[in-house]
């Protein structure tokens, strides 16, 4: 069984954990060990917490962040596409303006739902 082929991955991941680990252990080795009641404290804010950290959100913060990130994903759609674009020809081009056309109509339907208005 040779392994030879797999020597640079190993010394890739070696050295990837070295960089995530050592600067962590040269911190708490050399690092000041002075604790006091403002440092080990919970911070929000500049004021102490008040409410549990886990309070109910309201249904809208939850479907306003998936909106965002469905909308925000079809940017990873459209680089790729903009740089290729001269190599996938009239083809491509028209697949992208009906992806496009679907997400114009779900975002007109969002719209038109309310589920953008923010109460």
């Known amino acids: 069984m040779n392994l030879e082929p ?7 991941i070696l050295v990837a954990v070295g960089v995530g680990v050592a600067p962590q252990i040269l ?14 404290s919970p ?8 409410e549990d ?14 909106l965002f990130i469905l909308f ?6 459209l680089f790729p596409w903009a740089v290729s674009l001269r190599e996938i020809g009239p083809a491509g081009f028209w697949a992208m ?8 109509v779900g975002f007109a339907y969002e719209w038109k739902k309310g589920a953008l208005d923010w109460e």
């Open 6 to 12: 797999y020597l640079p991955i190993i010394l890739f």
């Open 27 to 40: 911190g708490f080795l050399a690092g000041p060990h002075r604790p006091d009641a403002a440092k080990n």
């Open 43 to 50: 911070y929000e804010c500049g004021f102490e917490a008040f």
């Open 53 to 66: 950290a886990r309070m109910k959100f309201d249904v809208r913060y939850y479907l306003v962040a998936i």
């Open 72 to 77: 925000d994903l079809e940017i990873a759609f």
């Open 97 to 104: 303006m009906i992806f496009l056309g679907i997400l114009v």
